[in-house]
């Protein structure tokens, strides 16, 4: 069975503080992909990677996948507010169609 | 373009009731699957469709049936509803690969008493 690990589960920080959410498993996955979900509402793709030792920006998110297709991670710098919300990581397997999630990143910002 | 809908939003059901929750994408995409989310374990693949008229078992796929008649609906049905079936529901769907974009659903809240 494959698992995805998010750490850490729950995180609260200040407003421009800098952090990082890991996402690892023991399977390897042809791509993977972060999620932000916001409460009452369904996960919105933030960026999807399928190279291993792939780095991706979206302005202050880093996004990085390893170079083994085993793990990723997300940091942001100078978290704001507005960056609050559960960060997932998902990860497929080609040919397959399907996704494991792992188990969230709750993030809280305070202002 | 509405995206991805589901019907209903809110649902309380008796153990051993039956219903079907309703997804719906005018995106005319191939894939489309049913996760369940509970707190602390992330989404959960119950069962997934990659075309018309096929669907597949994922993670967590026994108490569901699933039906996929027209491209742009996805059914979930509960034969006989269970406590341990009380959760929040997400339909997802996509174009073709892998790696396109995955949409979501707003949700369905199921709890059964």
């Known amino acids: 069975t494959q698992l995805l690990e998010q750490s850490p589960q729950f995180l609260s920080i200040q407003e421009g503080e800098n952090l990082t959410v890991y996402c690892n498993s023991s399977?390897?996955?042809?791509?993977l992909q972060w999620y932000r979900q916001e409460p009452g509402e369904g996960p919105v793709l933030l960026v999807t990677?399928?190279?291993?030792?792939e780095v991706k920006k979206l302005k202050r998110l880093t996004f990085q996948f390893g170079d083994a297709r085993k793990d990723s991670s997300l940091h942001i710098t100078a978290a704001q507010p507005g960056d609050t919300g559960l960060y997932l990581c998902?990860?497929?397997?080609?040919?397959?169609?399907?996704?494991?999630f792992g188990t969230g990143t709750r993030l809280k910002v305070l202002a | 373009n509405a995206g991805v809908t589901q019907t209903p939003k809110f649902r309380v059901l008796k153990t051993g009731q039956s219903m079907t929750l309703l997804c719906a994408q005018d995106?005319?995409?191939?894939?489309m699957y049913w996760y369940r989310q509970d707190p602390g374990m992330g989404l959960r693949l119950i069962h997934y469709?990659?075309?018309?008229?096929?669907?597949a078992k994922g993670e967590v796929p026994d108490g569901y049936n699933v039906s996929r008649l027209k491209k742009q609906n996805f059914l979930l049905g509960l034969e006989s509803a269970a406590p341990s079936q009380t959760s929040v529901y997400f339909c997802?769907?996509?174009?073709?690969?892998?790696?396109?974009?995955?949409?979501f659903g707003p949700g369905t809240r199921l709890t059964v008493l």
């Open positions: 399977s390897v996955f042809s791509s």
């Open positions: 997802a769907s996509h174009a073709s690969g892998e790696t396109d974009t995955q949409y």
């Open positions: 998902a990860g497929s397997t080609s040919g397959t169609y399907k996704y494991i």
């Open positions: 469709s990659v075309g018309e008229g096929t669907t």
């Open positions: 995106m005319n995409h191939e894939y």
């Open positions: 990677v399928v190279t291993g030792g």
